[in-house]
């Protein structure tokens, strides 16, 4: 067993706004630039819809993440073989174009016009869509970051039908939710997983991805990277970038230089909902290829069972023996990343069936509580079972749609997060408005009183240190302080031949799994 170090993360979509200020955040700090002006290492999508770029999910198109190889120690890359790769090297047919992101490219505005036109009395001074990148002014608008935000996609005739979450319906049932009266939204936050079997770091041609030791951030060492762009089309969740002003690859670094002095990264500490969560794991390396190539309705439960209970003795004693600190040991109890994904079971990963093995869970939305009317009695009528908490199947959002996105299908996997989460709001209820506390409810699905008000807080009341539990290095604990691997990727001050040789990751095989 080789223990590996590695940052967790968990979005609650039950909770997210749409507000798009950690899009803002990201976009302040990382990408306004040039040749960055299309880059949104962090975005939030309004689901249904063809997303960003667009139909990123539909691997039929795109090829990304890998695909299962039985009989063999490890899954295989979805776009090509190390042959072909080679042999296309100069020409990438899966790659996204801008139209799939932007149209024409990302726009401005004439915002000038609005001050130096003089207004006549026939009309006012307008400010029409211009080029960030050639210039060209009244360009045509056909796509965008935010396209479809707020539902503007959710219907037959827009980019809804794209969406590849839709696969395991019949086309008239994905027609039927698609109407205006069954219609139904929810917000997608995305940045890049930091996956455990990286597809871009097993795509790229010249090693320049690589996930770095200490917590298993993925980075592109900008020295190395020759622009081939297969992580571009490597990757399943089109979360790296080609940067057309400078001919190198980018990506989300999870503000790793924040990390180092304890802070969460810049969309989690701008998150207005408080949806986001930060907390290291210990995983089994060993066990990653294996697991990445399992079967597809066994992903989920095997990429659970590879994350390590921080509190098991042997498992303790082992990480010690391999070089672990007591720092980094002490916040793996206290990550909330952990009790979310591992124990408590409701946080799931983005679309498993591409085989990376996501580092970003998601707690599946409820979908709002239905409205209460009065009865001949005058009291409120109650949703079946005696309570205003919906059932299952009342449920706006199709369950299948949140199983295709967050279990590969799996629905017993999302029922089991959503009922988990209703029993805990009617514990609560009975709680606070009946004032009794009854367990029967939680023993129903699984959890216990003390799980359920930790729960709770996480989920509700949390402080800043507790949805953020961040492991810092100490210089004293660390063989190689003055060579850690924030050097490789592009903001190293020392000159090559003062560098030392990369310590990649990676063993160097197709899979790519971590060394």
């Known amino acids: 067993m080789r223990i590996k170090q590695q940052m967790g993360i968990v979005f609650n979509l039950d909770k997210c706004l749409g507000c798009q200020t950690c899009t803002i955040a990201c976009k302040n700090v990382w990408t306004n630039r040039e040749g960055a002006e299309y880059m949104f290492w962090n975005n939030v999508e309004t689901k249904p819809g063809a997303g960003y770029p667009k139909q990123w999910e539909n691997q ?83 796509y965008g970051v935010n396209w479809e935000d707020n539902g503007a996609g ?17 086309p008239a049932a994905r027609q039927a939710l698609l109407k205006f009266e069954n219609s139904f939204m929810m917000y997608l936050p995305r940045i890049c997983n930091h996956c455990l079997n990286p597809a871009c770091v097993g795509s790229c041609p010249s090693g320049a991805n690589y996930k770095r030791e200490e917590d298993g951030v993925v980075l592109i060492d900008q020295d190395r990277c020759r622009g081939w762009r297969y992580c571009v089309s490597g990757c399943p969740y089109k979360k790296t970038y080609y940067n057309w002003r400078t001919g ?8 790793f230089p924040r990390l180092e002095t304890g802070q969460p990264p810049m969309c989690f500490q701008a998150c207005v909902g408080r949806i986001r969560y930060l907390g290291p794991l210990l995983y089994d390396l060993d066990r990653v290829a294996e697991t990445a190539n399992a079967p597809e309705h066994e992903l989920v439960d095997r990429h659970r069972d ?18 672990i600190s007591d720092n980094w040991l002490e916040a793996c109890r206290r990550s909330p990343v952990y009790k979310m994904v591992k124990e408590w079971e409701i946080a799931l990963p983005l679309h498993p069936e591409f085989r990376t093995l996501p580092s970003l869970f998601y707690i599946p939305p409820e979908s709002p509580v239905q409205t209460a009317k009065p009865n001949d009695r005058g009291t409120l009528d109650m949703v079946d079972g005696g309570t205003v908490l919906p059932d299952l199947k009342e449920f706006r959002i199709p369950i299948e749609y949140l199983a295709r996105l967050l279990a590969a299908g799996n629905t017993k996997l999302v029922e089991t997060a959503l009922l988990r989460q209703l029993a805990l709001r009617e514990f609560r209820r009975l709680e606070r408005v009946e004032g009794r506390t009854d367990d029967s409810v939680l023993k129903a699905v699984g959890l216990t009183i003390a799980q359920a008000r930790h729960m709770h807080r996480l989920l509700s009341l949390a402080h800043f240190h507790e949805r953020f539990v961040i492991a810092t290095s100490r210089t004293e ?3 190689n302080a003055p060579y850690l691997e924030r050097g490789f990727t592009g903001y190293d001050l020392l000159a090559p031949e003062q560098s030392p040789k990369r310590r990649t ?7 790519g799994v971590g060394s």
């Open 248 to 255: 190198k690859s980018e990506k989300c670094i999870l503000c």
């Open 154 to 170: 959710t219907h037959e005739e827009g980019t809804g039908k794209l969406d590849y979450n839709f696969m395991d319906m019949t």
């Open 60 to 142: 039929e198109k795109y090829r990304g993440g890998w695909k299962e190889d039985p009989g063999a120690d490890a899954p295989k890359l979805n776009q090509a073989s190390r042959f072909w790769e080679m042999i296309s090297l100069f020409y990438n047919p899966v790659l996204p174009q801008m139209d799939d992101y932007y149209g024409k490219g990302p726009f401005t505005f004439t915002y000038e016009d609005l001050h130096s036109e003089q207004p006549t009395k026939y009309s006012q001074p307008v400010a029409r869509p211009k080029s960030q990148i050639t210039g060209e002014e009244d360009i045509e608008l056909t």
């Open 477 to 479: 604990d660390t063989d």
């Open 505 to 511: 990751s990676f063993h160097g095989n197709k899979m």
């Open 306 to 323: 590879i994350i390590l209970d921080p509190f098991d003795p042997e498992i303790i004693a082992e990480a010690k023996r391999q070089g």
